[in-house]
């Protein structure tokens, strides 16, 4: 079962992170990074989905700082809400809370970290920023064709709903690619953004299955 732990981040604030241990002998660590509507039963789901696969997972709730435990649906209100929280964190502040995630895994054996939507983007910048990660999976992302520059320390993959009306995957693609051609850019036909969180209006369950085997085979083998 899951539970609520409380970690320190490197200004001194506790913050919380929903944790769950491996269900099978231990493969490593996974941080999973959220959407902009909080620490949701979507990333709970997650954090279990990778439990099961044999890691120990962890989600922190990157937005604690401004409102502890805050979680929103997926209706226009709840977007609003999860944009403003994610526009008024610092990024720094964000990595460096991923970075207190990886310390607390570190001492058990090698970290990855997943992210989605906004944690998409955490995740590409946290395989350029945060020192001591095996690998990185980045889901739709909006800041990564902005970032495309940065030279990732881990290997990464990215995965991009060619149907997503707010990211061009291909334009993505092709940034990505202009700075660092060795990062392999998925683009899933058919799936728009979100694709891999299990909400009926978003759920694309090829693409989703296709991209969770990329991340399984590129975290066991990072």
């Known amino acids: 079962m899951g539970e609520t732990i409380t970690l320190k981040g490197a200004d001194g604030f506790e913050f919380s992170a929903y944790h769950e241990q491996a269900f099978t002998p231990r493969k490593g660590g996974v941080i999973v990074i959220q959407e902009i509507f909080g620490i949701d039963r979507h990333v709970r789901a997650d954090v279990e989905r990778w439990a099961k696969a044999g890691y120990e997972a962890i989600a922190p709730s990157l937005y604690d700082r401004r409102e502890r435990g805050f979680t929103a649906g997926h209706d226009p209100e709840g977007l609003a809400a ?25 001492t058990r054996g090698k970290v990855c970290v997943v992210g989605y939507c906004y944690g998409g983007s955490l995740a590409w910048l946290s395989a350029a920023k945060v020192e001591g990660l095996a690998a990185a999976s980045s ?18 993959i990215i995965h991009l709903g060619h149907t997503d009306p707010g990211i061009h995957a291909e334009e993505v693609e092709k940034a990505v690619h202009a700075h660092n051609p060795q990062v392999p850019v998925y683009i899933y036909e058919g799936a728009g953004h979100g694709f891999n969180n299990e909400s009926p209006e978003r759920y694309h369950e090829e693409a989703a299955d296709l991209a969770r085997a990329r991340t ?3 975290f066991e083998t990072a």
């Open 139 to 156: 889901y739709y992302g909006s800041l990564v064709q902005a970032n495309a520059d940065l030279k990732p320390l881990c290997p990464v």
């Open 216 to 218: 399984r085979e590129l």
């Open 82 to 106: 999860g944009v403003a929280h994610a526009r008024a964190t610092p990024l720094e502040q964000a990595l460096n809370d991923i970075g207190a995630c990886r310390d607390f895994l570190a």
